[in-house]
């Protein structure tokens, strides 16, 4: 089940059956074939799921799931069911059904409001209480399943998307122009907060909490918080229990008797997960099979890794599915893609990922793994050298700079500024180019080129460092590790890459970024994150001999980063937008913007400036993209949109030929035609 929705309060009462056809149709993109709601008490829940995902996590699909005066809707794959329902036996509750929604009701039985912690796996829900009148609503900490909630008055509303939210008449549409700004300029964002100010997200890892009882004061509370990271932890070889915990959660997640795609790179981490994967159907044949997929770059590339890939399916006797880079545009159909968003920001992978997902479906998978997770888990930036300045390890860092070969200015950059206090380090950045380059890797400002009026009433620098990770109390390497399992982008990212994958046909899965191996990660030291210039060095050591040496060597360079493919494709369009942008920009009209410090950034960019300020633009462009989909030329000065608004969602901007295909369309046939109703 992938849509879900739910009502409370007197909105609920109000509720007839096209409110919810029509919520649910906003979804269709997310479960199309088979859809339910109830009406229990005060409150109205409903699901709708495609057919293949029935077969897929069983299930009849007359959900929501009912126990007497409790309901549930559930988009949900729960993992380690089997210490789940033992726990449950221990706290004298037994779940009426192995669906996820009956394990999710028997969960709240046992431990009321905090159940989501006891949960497993890649999950939304909302549950109504009847005779409690209390509604509670969780994600997990990865972010794959997302929920969103508007409290309008004594009511609350949620659904897996913003669109769904609005999509009921009592949900106004005012624009919020300071996260709008936020998309454009590439700030850290909020984990809340979306572009339209009554729609809110449920963050990972929080649930909330709702009464009728107080309807006007909910509570948003985390329910998972990432594990303190260790510097100088246990200093056992944890290589094969790293194995078996990656083993288990890759049983946990492929499909049974079927087909199981993996995206496969030839880095370290979606080799790991195929590798752990490969040794656990080996020792159980018949369970099913995986199916690597992977994405050829040319020659000199910095994305290319073919040679490495060949190498890791020749040593499990299989083969890959190719796919070439250059039959997938990098920013295909941009104009098309911005109108289907519900918010200005992009995966910048979405037409490759969407064709790894396209090649799964066509192997007979509806299951695709990646190697997300070991980035976040098993490797650490060049910032515990500055730990090691705080500490006054001198002789430690002399040994670690030697061995990463680095020079004096490099040591000033990644091991002598980083070590000093944020307001040092503000400092320092603002002297620069307006994009963080010194010190401080875990906030960002504002670019050059947006407007400093803009700015001081939206109070962006102020909301930049109030989100930003506090360094006290422990090292920057366990604050970035710590950061990186909770920074707002990443949560987006993964619930944006399962969302287009759904769209394809399939469910995605991150082994790595399981709970267990999340908690295991924590207690080991640095070193195994990074030495010299070597990373990942547990994550190697746990594969010795389940892929070959030459994959699990050091490498003097990152591989696999497909960078160029994107700023080359970047590069193309920036031309064609700097000749509009000084005649009509949304961006500028809405003050986020100005004209002639952005066609200064563009013209560096085309100079051939940073990568990262490419990726900066491309941003900015993507955001002014959307706002002509969905807003266009009808928004008065408090961002608030009309009716003629909402049906210029529906059609894309015209643009020049040769930037994207232009293509008639309608947005909600594009995602999938209406919802049938089930009774």
């Not at 479960?31 to 699901?47: E, I, K, P, S």
């Not at 069911?81 to 726990?87: G, I, S, V």
């Not at 509604?135 to 509303?157: T, Y």
């Not at 729609?199 to 985390?222: C, F, N, Q, Y």
């Amino acid at each position: 089940m992938t849509a879900i929705l739910g009502i409370a309060g007197p909105l609920a009462r109000s509720t007839e059956p096209r409110i919810a056809r029509s919520m649910l149709g906003a979804m269709a993109h997310r479960g199309a074939d088979r859809a339910a709601w109830r009406a229990c008490g005060g409150a109205v829940l409903g699901t709708s799921r495609h057919h293949w995902e029935l077969a897929t996590t069983g299930g009849d699909g007359e959900m929501p799931a009912l126990d007497g005066d409790v309901v549930v809707a559930a988009d949900a794959t729960l993992y380690y069911t089997a210490d789940l329902r033992r726990a449950l036996r221990a706290r004298g509750v037994r779940a009426t059904g192995a669906t996820p929604c009956e394990l999710i009701l028997a969960a709240y039985r046992a431990w009321g409001a905090d159940c989501a912690a006891h949960l497993e796996g890649d999950f939304a829900f909302v549950l109504w209480d009847a005779t409690a009148q209390t509604l509670i609503a969780a994600r997990d900490f990865g972010a794959k399943r997302p929920l969103h909630f508007a409290q309008l008055g004594g009511s609350i509303l949620l659904a897996s998307t913003i669109d769904a939210v609005r999509a009921h008449h009592a949900c106004p549409s005012v624009l919020d122009a300071a996260v709008v700004a936020e998309e454009a300029g590439a700030l850290s964002g909020s984990n809340t907060d979306t572009v339209w100010r009554g729609v809110k997200r449920i963050p990972p890892g929080h649930h909330l909490v709702w009464r009728a009882s107080d309807p006007r004061h909910t509570r948003l509370e985390p329910h998972w918080q990432p594990p303190q990271f260790q510097d100088r932890a246990r200093a056992s070889d944890g290589a094969d229990e790293l194995l078996e915990l990656l083993g288990d959660a890759v049983a946990e997640r492929i499909a049974t008797g079927a087909p199981t795609a993996v995206a496969l790179s030839g880095g370290w981490d979606s080799p790991a997960v195929f590798a752990a994967g490969s040794r656990i159907l080996e020792r159980a044949p018949g369970r099913g099979s995986l199916q690597p997929i992977s994405v050829s770059f040319p020659p000199g590339d910095p994305g290319r890794e073919d040679e490495l890939i060949e190498s890791i399916v020749r040593h499990w006797k299989t083969a890959t599915v190719w796919l070439a880079s250059a039959d997938i545009p990098a920013l295909h159909d941009m104009v098309r893609r911005a109108a289907l968003r519900e918010e200005p920001f992009p995966h910048p992978f979405e037409p490759m990922n969407r064709a790894i997902a396209r090649a799964a479906v066509g192997c007979g998978a509806t299951v695709l793994l990646d190697g997300n997770g070991g980035d976040q888990l098993f490797e650490t930036s060049s910032v515990y050298l500055a730990d090691l300045v705080r500490r006054g390890r001198w002789s430690e860092l002399g040994r670690e700079w030697r061995a990463r070969g680095g020079g004096a200015r490099a040591l000033v950059r990644d091991a002598m500024l980083p070590a000093l206090p944020n307001v040092v380090l503000r400092g320092l950045d603002r002297m620069g180019d307006g994009r963080t380059a010194l010190g401080d890797p875990l906030s960002r400002r504002p670019p050059g080129w947006m407007r400093a009026d803009f700015m001081r009433a939206h109070g962006l620098d102020a909301r930049e460092r109030e989100r930003a990770p506090s360094r006290s109390g422990r090292s920057l390497a366990a604050t970035e590790s710590a950061w990186q399992l909770t920074r707002p982008v990443l949560g987006r990212m993964a619930s944006a890459l399962a969302s287009f994958t759904l769209a394809e046909g399939a469910e995605h899965r991150s082994p790595l970024y399981d709970g267990r191996i999340i908690s295991f990660a924590a207690t080991r030291p640095v070193a195994e994150r990074r030495s010299g210039r070597e990373t990942k060095r547990l994550l190697r050591r746990a594969m010795t001999g389940l892929l070959p040496n030459e994959i699990l060597a050091p490498r003097p360079a990152r591989t696999g980063v497909p960078i160029e493919y994107l700023v080359t494709a970047i590069r193309e369009v920036l031309p064609l937008w700097r000749e509009r942008a000084g005649r009509e920009s949304m961006l500028a009209d809405l003050g986020i913007i100005d004209p002639v410090q952005l066609g200064a950034a563009y013209d560096r960019c085309l100079g051939g400036s940073a990568a990262s300020h490419t990726v900066a633009l491309y941003l900015a462009l993507e955001t002014e993209l959307w706002l002509q989909a969905h807003v266009g030329g009808v928004r008065g000065r408090d961002g608030s949109i009309g009716a003629a608004a909402r049906a210029a969602s529906r059609a894309g901007h015209e643009w020049p030929d040769n930037l994207v295909a232009r293509e008639d369309m309608d947005v909600r046939d594009s995602e999938g035609g209406a919802v049938r109703h089930s009774a």
